[in-house]
């Protein structure tokens, strides 16, 4: 069986070109290219920093863990033809040094759905956060074994139902 794939593009303000992630030991972020802007966080410095990004699998999103995060809507985290959740400073679990924040955001999707992380369109100038971790449960998928005793017993009791009529 294979495993969980998570494919994602940077954008600013809406472009992807001229954008890339920029990461390090703190988490990542969206940078524009060759403007100097090389902190490893979102942020809306060059626009507005976000990542859309999607699963191979379906599954249910279980947490986000951001460092950084110190305003009120500083991100939104949101399920395309599904909700979208405020990422607010201090409505999450922190760690003892106060800068990782832990958010439970528990919500199901598909795969191919896309999901985007932004900097918040209300965030003032110069907030930013960066993202460490994203946890997910995937959806069970059967083995191809379990495929064939179904498709085996539907023949099986097939023939077994013309029998009868016979």
Do not use: C
């Not at 907030?127 to 959806?139: D, G």
């Amino acid at each position: 069986m294979g495993g969980v794939t998570l494919s994602a593009e940077a954008f600013l303000s809406g472009v992807s070109g001229g954008t890339v992630f920029n990461g390090a030991s703190d988490g990542f972020g969206i940078n524009a290219s060759g403007t100097g802007d090389s902190a490893q966080r979102f942020d809306n410095d060059n626009g507005i920093g976000s990542m859309v990004f999607s699963f191979n699998v379906g599954g249910t999103f279980n947490t986000i863990d951001f460092e950084f995060i110190e305003d009120a809507a500083e991100a939104v985290l949101s399920f395309d033809g599904g909700n979208s959740y405020d990422i607010l400073a201090g409505s999450s679990t922190e760690t003892a040094g106060g800068s990782t924040d832990f958010h439970t955001i528990t919500e199901t999707f598909i795969a191919g759905q896309e999901i985007t992380l932004a900097v918040s369109g209300t965030a003032v100038s110069g907030e930013n956060f960066s993202l460490q971790a994203i946890s997910i449960t995937p959806s069970a998928i059967p083995e191809p074994s379990t495929y064939a005793l179904i498709f085996g017993g539907l023949a099986l009791g097939l023939v077994m139902w013309k029998r009868g009529r016979a």
